[in-house]
Nanobody, 115 residues
Framework: VQLQASGGGLVQEGESLRLSCVTSISTFRNYPMDWYRQAPGKQRELVAS???????KYADFVKGRFTISRDNAKSTVYLQMDSLKPEDTAVYLCNRGGPWGTLSWGQGTLVTVSS
């Protein structure tokens, strides 16, 4: 299984980015999906989750600024990031959620926010 995140880049504080994560999960629609991030020297942390039915949860530090969505026909999960802050700088990765455990991690996509 492959998890290919893209859409990162260098932006100014307050700007927006939209990340995509294309997966090769054949039964994508049957699984919840998560976005994580890992900043340099820090542990990976959960950013947002979306269930099979479209319910969403967010970490407090992105609530109101980030929006997770999914397209089951494309086996893709998205992360719309608005009002970006320098502390959002990290590698962003997606993975399968729920009790089945994570899949092999992809390389992620780097987001850098300058002040």
């Amino acid at each position: 299984v492959q998890l290919q995140a893209s859409g990162g880049g260098l932006v100014q504080e307050g700007e927006s980015l939209r990340l995509s994560c294309v997966t090769s999960i054949s039964t994508f629609r049957n699984y919840p999906m998560d976005w994580y991030r890992q900043a340099p020297g820090k542990q990976r942390e959960l950013v947002a989750s979306i269930t099979t039915g479209g319910s969403r949860k967010y970490a407090d530090f992105v609530k109101g600024r980030f929006t997770i969505s999914r397209d089951n026909a494309k086996s893709t999960v998205y992360l719309q990031m608005d009002s970006l802050k320098p502390e959002d700088t990290a590698v962003y990765l997606c993975n399968r959620g729920g009790p089945w455990g994570t899949l092999s991690w992809g390389q992620g996509t780097l987001v850098t926010v300058s002040s």
